[in-house]
């Protein structure tokens, strides 16, 4: 088949809209009208639905479209590995994580990146599902597992536990709970059990609610747990890495926490040698150092 007319497919099925594929083709409508047109003649099937609010797949157009998808997703993997220059860091990087790691940890750390390379465009997508890095979803990936995805590049960054924390203002206020038995006396501010979330933090947290708890807040990211901590609402259950950030934030039953929760970085094999990769990777790796000296340095290790 004529990559030409997929191309020009590609763009009308992803637009849905003879008129913005043209735009974004920079052709006429008319000019990609025929292009669709000879490609359903060529294929003898027909491809879109045209209706007044634009154009709608067929069974047969869906099944092109899988394939055009997967396609691209491959060309653009070999433009940006030929794009990498032997000497500079420039481009888009699609980087995912969770919500919690990105906002709480990554994000805040970014501008030592940008300060180096500046010519960098990092795309964070920040998600609890995991993305498909063989199919380019992104191009790395830090995760609270180690993927089983085939062909990928690993390596094992850090570890961390959920641990239980409050503010000293909390503290001042309703007392500091010495056991267990004691969360009956205060507020608990977690994730909800059935939001999505490392398995290690679900656990404990459904340990915590077998307890005589009389009050709490459940919320759906850790962000959202820690502005609550922070505002002296009660005592929250956070990834420990939150702590080099948030100092005045106090530990509280420090006998109490998740099993040890695995932190991997991740990109595909066939970006081996991009250096947008690399500079991101030696970067992480620099702030997780970092990151463990001042832990140490606090005595919060």
């Given at each position: 088949m004529d990559w030409d007319k997929l191309r020009i497919f590609h763009a009308v099925a992803d637009a849905g809209s003879l008129t913005h594929a043209g735009d974004a083709l920079h052709l006429s409508q008319s000019a990609v009208s025929r292009q669709i047109r000879s490609l359903e003649e060529s294929l003898n099937t027909t491809l879109f639905h045209r209706h007044a609010r634009g154009l709608i797949l067929t069974e047969q157009g869906e099944l092109l479209f899988d394939a055009t998808a997967s396609m691209v997703k491959r060309i653009d993997a070999?433009?940006?590995?030929?794009?990498?220059?032997?000497?500079?860091?420039?481009g888009e990087l699609k980087v995912t994580t969770t919500h919690g790691f990105g906002v709480l940890w990554l994000a805040?750390?970014?501008?030592?990146?940008?300060?180096?390379?500046?010519?960098?465009?990092?795309?964070?997508?920040?998600?609890?599902?995991?993305?498909?890095l063989p199919m380019r979803e992104a191009d790395v990936a830090i995760r609270m597992k180690e993927p089983s995805q085939a062909d990928l590049i690993r390596k094992r960054l850090m570890s961390i536990r959920m641990r239980m924390y409050a503010s000293p203002d909390y503290l001042a206020e309703r007392g500091e709970p010495l056991s267990l038995d004691d969360l009956g006396k205060h507020r608990l501010i977690c994730q909800n059990p059935a939001s999505a979330q490392v398995a290690a933090g679900k656990l404990l947290v459904q340990e915590l609610l077998t307890y005589d708890i009389q009050t709490a807040l459940t919320v759906n990211n850790y962000f959202g747990v820690l502005q609550a901590v922070v505002a002296g609402l009660g005592i929250g259950v956070l990834p420990d890495y939150i702590i080099e950030d948030f100092p005045k934030?106090?530990?509280?039953?420090?006998?109490?926490?998740?099993?040890?929760?695995?932190?991997?970085?991740?990109?595909?094999?066939?970006?081996?040698?991009?250096?947008?990769?690399?500079?991101?990777?030696?970067?992480?790796?620099?702030e997780i150092f970092a990151h463990r000296r001042q832990l140490r340095a606090m005595g919060a290790d």
């Open positions: 070999a433009t940006a590995r030929i794009r990498d220059s032997e000497e500079e860091v420039f805040p750390r970014l501008t030592k990146l940008y300060e180096k390379y500046p010519d960098l465009k990092v795309d964070l997508m920040l998600e609890e599902r995991v993305l498909d934030v106090v530990r509280v039953l420090p006998e109490v926490e998740s099993n040890e929760v695995p932190v991997f970085l991740a990109y595909p094999e066939e970006l081996r040698h991009s250096k947008r990769v690399a500079a991101f990777r030696d970067f992480v790796q620099d």
